[in-house]
């Protein structure tokens, strides 16, 4: 089974306009660690939002929320008032503390594309 | 956070040859790591590198063909041997910073073309 499954390859926000990156995860490990990583066309990986598999609160980092439901297992990325910016690839991710070591499995993206 | 640099940005090199990509952060670090992330493809981890000990590999990497060498908590080369165009890639290293979160942070990357 895929550890990290991203099930949208493509999406369309308009400017100003809040959207939702989907991801869900597979681990039996009880501590984890979920992570969203933006890869503009430039292909730098820009680190965004991080959630503890023990955190009681949703992670937020300015327009960048995390909608964390354990028991669905899944960790959304929320991006609220979109710029055109941010159109990139962007990339869900697990870190197991058991199984994986410090090794953090990636899904395999969503292209998120901004228009005015 | 680290700061992260990568030799060189990109480079086309011909099929055969080797080609090694240097890492350097601006501070000191136990574990880095480099990932290959192919065309249209998400990022794999082709091994962890701490100082002072071989490489460790992931399933379907190999040394002789992805040596690396990690001389200091600063700085590490990955070398992509006997290069052949299935090696196009993007190469980015990244390291994790101790913390709460043990976030990884990631390096430009290096865009390889091999011809």
């Known amino acids: 089974a895929q550890k990290i499954t991203q099930t949208q390859p493509g999406m369309f926000v308009q400017e100003k306009e809040a959207v939702t990156l989907d991801c869900t995860y597979d681990?039996?490990?009880?501590?984890?660690?979920l992570f969203w990583y933006k890869q503009p066309s430039s292909g730098e990986m820009i680190f965004l939002i991080y959630?503890?598999?023990?955190?009681?609160q949703n992670a937020t980092e300015g327009r960048y929320s995390l909608n964390f439901q354990k028991a669905r297992k899944s960790a959304n990325l929320v991006i609220s008032a979109s710029q055109l910016g941010d159109s990139a690839m962007y990339f869900c991710?697990?870190?197991?503390?058991?199984?994986?070591?410090?090794?953090?499995?990636f899904g395999t993206g969503t292209q998120l594309k901004v228009e005015l | 956070s680290a700061v992260i640099s990568q030799k060189p940005s990109r480079d086309i090199c011909q099929r055969g040859t080797s080609l090694t990509i240097q890492c350097q952060v601006d501070?000191?670090?136990?574990?880095m790591f480099w990932y290959r992330q192919q065309p249209g493809q998400s990022l794999t981890l082709i091994a962890t590198?701490?100082?002072?000990?071989?490489?460790?590999?992931e399933s379907g990497f190999v040394i002789d063909k992805f040596p690396i060498s990690r001389p200091n908590l600063t700085f590490s080369t990955l070398t992509v041997s006997n290069m052949s165009p299935e090696d196009s890639s993007i190469y980015l290293c990244?390291?994790?910073?101790?913390?709460?979160?043990?976030?990884?942070?990631f390096g430009p990357g290096t865009r390889l073309t091999v011809l």
């Open positions: 501070s000191q670090v136990t574990m």
């Open positions: 959630q503890g598999s023990y955190d009681q």
């Open positions: 990244s390291v994790e910073t101790q913390g709460t979160t043990d976030t990884q942070y």
């Open positions: 991710a697990m870190r197991e503390e058991k199984g994986g070591g410090n090794k953090l499995t």
């Open positions: 681990t039996s490990d009880p501590s984890y660690g």
């Open positions: 590198a701490n100082q002072g000990s071989e490489a460790t590999y």
